[in-house]
């Protein structure tokens, strides 16, 4: 029953902003860190930004001083406040987390870490 959902995406013209939110629902019985993926055509999926439940944030090179992470921990969600955009931002978006999860099996139920990804949401920049 896990779900990550994404929204905020869409069509914006270079130097412009946009605001990703994903939001985490289900059993989850912890967080150990969220964060953003893209992905292009043609290219692998990359790490944008992420943070840890302690509040620890990492970006990539290419995003840092324009996007900004943060997360909202009592509504299990991470947004990604993106400015200054350029064409080469353009990509899917996925939202990832690194969650603590009850698990049934044989020998009853365990709680396990394991990734989810969102769905994706499109993020397209203009020149």
């Known amino acids: 029953q896990v779900q990550l959902v994404e929204s905020g995406g869409g069509l914006v013209q270079a130097g412009g902003s946009l605001r990703l939110s994903c939001t985490a629902s289900?059993?989850?019985?912890?967080?150990?860190?969220m964060g953003w993926y893209r992905q292009a055509p043609g290219k692998q999926r990359e790490l944008v930004a992420a943070i840890t439940s302690g509040g620890t944030t990492n970006y990539a090179d290419s995003v840092k001083g324009r996007f900004t992470i943060s997360r909202v921990n009592a509504k299990k969600t991470v947004d990604l406040q993106m400015n200054s955009l350029k064409p080469d931002d353009t990509a899917v978006y996925y939202c990832?987390?690194?969650?603590?999860?009850?698990?049934?099996?044989?020998?009853?139920?365990?709680?396990?870490?394991?990734?989810?990804w969102g769905q994706g949401t499109p993020v397209t920049v203009s020149s």
């Open positions: 289900g059993s989850i019985v912890s967080i150990n860190g």
């Open positions: 990832n987390a690194d969650l603590r999860v009850p698990t049934a099996s044989a020998m009853g139920v365990t709680y396990l870490w394991y990734d989810y």
